[in-house]
């Protein structure tokens, strides 16, 4: 007999699972009595399902370890000799097996969930910081170009510089406007000035013709120029606190800052 062609018939692994017939079973047996590398072999085949089944750590039901039990015990009451693996052990081994693939299908269904879950997770910090920065970038690109746009009136010929200084209201009170007289634009930049309460505004007047000329309100929080209303054919500039919103005629008496315009500056 061919040992090495009966073994890689598989007959001895349905053996060991119960899958083949009497009348196999009997044959199966009677040669593994004649050969034992056959029998080397099943053990071999035994030990392996046995592993695979107990690395799972699996503790099969009760009743399955009282029939093993009972069958150990039956048969050693009897002359020794080979026992093959019987639907009871082989429900054993094919029940703890089936559970444990079942239980490992299930840990990586759940694992790959929650990897999923966790790249969902990441994706969305990343898009949400990737918005974030490019949110940040354009604050910076507009405060940039505030700047560059600022600089580029501030150095133009274009524009007279006027110098505003404190009056005995607010003596330390500095601010400069920025005065086109071709253009009739005006920019207002503050270096100093008191705070006021939230009811009022400063306001910034233009005399033209004599005659103080609404050049706009503002909040002293702001940073760089400040566009104001055009003026045409100003004289002087001044900036007095006036109820929020405005007045049509100036409060002198609460004058903050004046300047005369400069047409030909040394």
Partial sequence: MNTQEYISSGILESYALGEVTESERVSVEQTLKQHPELREELRMIEETLEKLVFDSSLTPPAHVKEKVMSRINSSSKTEAKIVALYPEQVWKYATAASVAIALFASFMAFQYHQLW???SIELAQIKSENQRIA???NVVNQKLDKIQGDLTIMESTAFIKVILKGTDNDKNALASVYWNSSTQEVFLNIQQLKAISKENQFQLWAIVD??????GVFDSNFAGLLKMKSINGAVAFAVTVEP????ENPSLETMRLIGNVERNPS
């Fill in 210 to 215: 004599g005659k103080p000329v609404d050049a």
């Fill in 135 to 137: 949110e940040e970038y």
């Fill in 117 to 119: 879950k966790a790249d």
């Fill in 244 to 247: 929020r919103g405005g007045k």
